[in-house]
């Protein structure tokens, strides 16, 4: 009989969990890895076929060590999975010149001596044909950014995990944890399971097992649409090929963003990023109505315009936002032994590569070299207290 004992816990398999409980096996530990559903999964914040990698990043320079340290673990579990797991499109920061995007963009680029240039809307237009901006809006170009695969990516980090010795128990959710004497104590419906140590990577549910931190977090439905190209650009069949086409954030009025990739194959991927109603995550209103999908047509059809025909398909996602839309990576603030690492405000894919490799340092070999200070506990009741 399997004993129920562990060094290590992670709770939750998404995207940061998944990851976390690849490094944690593949330095040798024992690892129990615990999901409520079958990771990859379509119902908290990892689904919808592709996310934004980008090094130029706008939200702060100091996330900028951490996504260097991601592309070399995703082109490493590319290697070691055999999936392809990213493609490189570059990217466009487009705005008007000293909105928060370009200007953060370009300050991360220049304090980290990245690879860009800051482009003019007539030279996106003439080397982006299907990019449309204001005669007033610049770009910061990054040539690095690109496509990841989100659902293989986790399938990857799971199967590896499982093959240096993991042990994961799908479709059974976490019910409590406690901190013992020695270690740590997890409830399942089904079992009671002991670790020395423990990482919560809860993602949108991460208050539910957290309630005594009352963590300021809230939870924002977002969707994702996927438009056919309009018949005006059946003309130019590879206006949308990720070659002509690299994935684009844009800042359309001030502090309001919306984020395009080229067409896959299944049509071209945009989203509003913000602005979502507020959710529960077992509360999540999953049907797309009439006017979301009218107001992401109308402002295709300002900016990229060819993309603006019929709606292929839509889905439903969420973000877990902290106030100052940083991420939280950290101790618990009473348990050196637990680590809590997940919400991340709607920028953290990119990132589950490092953050599961740095979650599994924190367990094991204490703090990280890496600058963490963005993503502290503490800085909420700094908050409060000030
Ligand atoms: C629409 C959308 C677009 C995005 N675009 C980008 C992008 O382009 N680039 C980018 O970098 N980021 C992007 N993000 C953000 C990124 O996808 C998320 O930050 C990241 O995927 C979240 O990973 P996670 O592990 O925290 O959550 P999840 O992947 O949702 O994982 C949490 C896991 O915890 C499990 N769980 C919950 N409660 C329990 C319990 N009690 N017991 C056991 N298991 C439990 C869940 O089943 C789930 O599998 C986007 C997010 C959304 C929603």
Known sequence: MK????????????????????????????????????????????????RIIREAYFEHPSYVPLVRRAYELWAALEKESGRQLFIQTGGLMIGSPDGVLVSGARRSAEEHHLRHDILSSAEIRTRFPAVQPDPDMVAVWEPRAGILFPEPAIQSHLELAVKHGATLRLNEPVLAWEATGQGVSVSTAAASYTAGRLLLALGAWTASLLADLAL??????????????????????DLFDPKKCPIQIWEYSPSRFFYAFPDLGDGVKVAIHHQGERTEPDNLRRDVARDEIDGMRSILKRF??????????????????TPDEHFIIDFHPRHRNVVIASPCSGHGFKFSSAIGELAARMLTDGPSELDLSLFQLSRFNERRCG
């Open 216 to 237: 300021p977090l809230t939870v924002e439905r977002q969707v994702l649409f996927w438009f056919d190209p309009h018949d005006a650009a059946r003309s130019q069949p």
């Open 3 to 50: 004993s129920n004992s562990y060094d290590v816990i992670v709770a939750g398999l998404g995207a940061m969990g998944s990851a976390g409980v690849f490094h944690l096996a593949a330095r040798g530990l024992r690892v129990l890895g615990l999901d409520r559903f079958q990771p990859p999964h379509t119902l908290g914040s990892s689904h919808g076929r592709t």
């Open 304 to 321: 990229l315009p060819a993309a603006a025909g019929e709606l292929k398909s839509a889905v439903v996602c969420m973000y877990t936002n």
